[in-house]
Every structure is written in C-alpha cells, then in structure tokens.
T-cell receptor, first 112, second 112 residues
C-alpha cells in the first residue's frame, strides 16, 4: 500500500464549477500537508500549505486536513481555464523539504 | 533570480551508458532532493541531502548515486542506464524549518 493515495482523474469540469480534489494517507507521523500545482512540462510549484488539522483559505483555494480520518482535500471555487493543471498532494513528517511524499497527481481540465 | 537549475533538459542514453544529471541552486538552501516522475506514479524520492557532505536514500535509490560537495550543487549519477530509468527527473531544494520544496524544470531522460 502506498503511503499517499490520490484520485488519479482525469477530471474535466466547466468554467465556474467548484472542484474538489482529495488524498488519503496511512502514515500517522505526517504533520505537514501541501498541494502542488504542475503545469505541462514544468516543475511543481507550492499552492497551499497546512500544518496539522484544519482549514486554510487563499483566494479561490481552500485546503482541508482531517488527521483523524487521514484525509486531505483541496477545493477550487469559480474555477478558471488557467487552473487546468496536474494537482499533487504532498505530505511530510518533517519541518524541512528533505523527505516530502507525493501523491500520484490528479489532472484537472477546466472547459471554457 | 535563477532558483533551481537542471541540465540537461533532454537526454537520450543507450542501455549501459552512464551519465550525470546536474542540479544547482542559488538560494543557499540546506536541503536538496532528487525525484523521478512517471505516469500514474507521481513524484518518487530517489536521494536527498540535508547539507554539504550528507546524503541519504529515498524510496527508489537503486541504480543512482549522489554526492553533495557544496551547498549549491547536487548531481545525480546513473551508473549503468536501463530502460526502466526512462523518466522525468526533478531536483528540488528547501530551507531549514520550512517544508516547501522549490523545483527545477526537470530533465527528460530516455534510455533505449
């Protein structure tokens, strides 16, 4: 069993829709939870970062972490064609960038 | 501001050949990592370093060597290339106490 499981998609929604992306994990030691966005043929870039359980909002993006269920989510409101990318959840037990474990990624397409 | 620079961007190798993928960062980050990205597998950690002279294995280290003689550089060596090493390779760096990883643009490697 992989430490981090992510719905693979692909996911295609119309512009303006609310998007929900999810990951589950098995390692109770994970304390740091992230979402990275990766455009085609580019390196991943950090989108959202959450420490421990709770919600975090940044503009149209909301990240949720439920450590009791080992489940994290990313919500995108009022989705735009520019949001079309692959979204990777990522987790770590350490407060450093040395051992980050990534999900397999969900490819998202927003239709104009 | 260069960030994380990877060279080459593309490479084709024959089975059994060796080569070194270069990675350099100009942000004075302590942590550096190498990942490989394969379809449906997400990013998998190959090797990482927490500082000059210190390296450790990640999830998929077999067939790869690393060294960290300076803070800026973290080369990845393929000892004897195999078709199973066909992948996109990403180098990342990060600071002490912060989980965010900054990625390079990737090296697309094909082994024939």
């Amino acid at each position: 069993q992989k430490e981090v499981e992510q719905d693979p998609g692909p996911l295609s929604v119309p512009e303006g829709a609310i998007v929900s992306l999810n990951c589950t994990y098995s390692n109770s030691a994970f304390q740091y939870f992230m979402w990275y966005r990766q455009y085609s043929r580019k390196g991943p870039e950090l989108l959202m970062y959450t420490y421990s359980s709770g919600n975090k909002e940044d503009g149209r993006f909301t990240a949720q972490v439920d450590k009791s269920s080992k489940y994290i989510s990313l919500f995108i409101r009022d989705s735009q064609p520019s949001d079309s990318a692959t979204y990777l959840c990522a987790m770590s037990a350490y407060s450093s960038a040395s051992k980050i474990i990534f999900g397999s990624g969900t490819r998202l397409s927003i239709r104009p | 501001n260069a960030g994380v620079t990877q060279t080459p961007k593309f490479q084709v190798l024959k089975t059994g050949q060796s080569m070194t993928l270069q990675c350099a960062q100009d942000m004075n980050h302590e942590y550096m990592s190498w990942y490989r990205q394969d379809p449906g597998m997400g990013l998998r950690l190959i090797h990482y370093s927490v500082g000059a002279g210190i390296t450790d294995q990640g999830e998929v280290p077999n067939g790869y060597n690393v060294s960290r003689s300076t803070t800026e550089d973290f080369p990845l060596r393929l000892l004897s290339a195999a078709p199973s090493q066909t992948s996109v390779y990403f180098c990342a760096s990060g600071r002490t106490g912060i989980t965010e990883a900054f990625f390079g643009q990737g090296t697309r490697l094909t082994v024939v």
